[in-house]
């Protein structure tokens, strides 16, 4: 797609680089401030992460053989992940 004739594209980039200018003369350390995470977001991070991580070890994995589900083993080990939870 040629955009040689767009009469709105020069003005929208002229106001991006209007925005920005101040971006690009961050320091590093106000660069990282600005993309660093408050602690109340890794918190919640943390929590989530932790909650899908039981999730995961206490479910049995997706098994699709009938004969292996219904081995004495695999139940034993679905009936221990179900009271892990």
Do not use: C, R
């Amino acid at each position: 797609m040629d955009y040689q004739n767009d009469i709105v594209l020069p003005t929208l980039i002229e106001k991006i680089k209007v925005k920005t200018a101040h971006l690009k003369k961050l320091t590093h350390e106000e660069e990282g401030k600005l993309l660093s995470l408050t602690n109340q977001q890794k918190e919640i991070i943390t929590k989530a992460d932790k909650v899908l991580k039981e999730e995961y070890i206490t479910s049995p994995p997706v098994v699709h053989s009938p004969s292996l589900k219904s081995h004495n083993k695999y139940k034993s080990f679905t009936d221990l992940l179900h009271t892990m939870k």
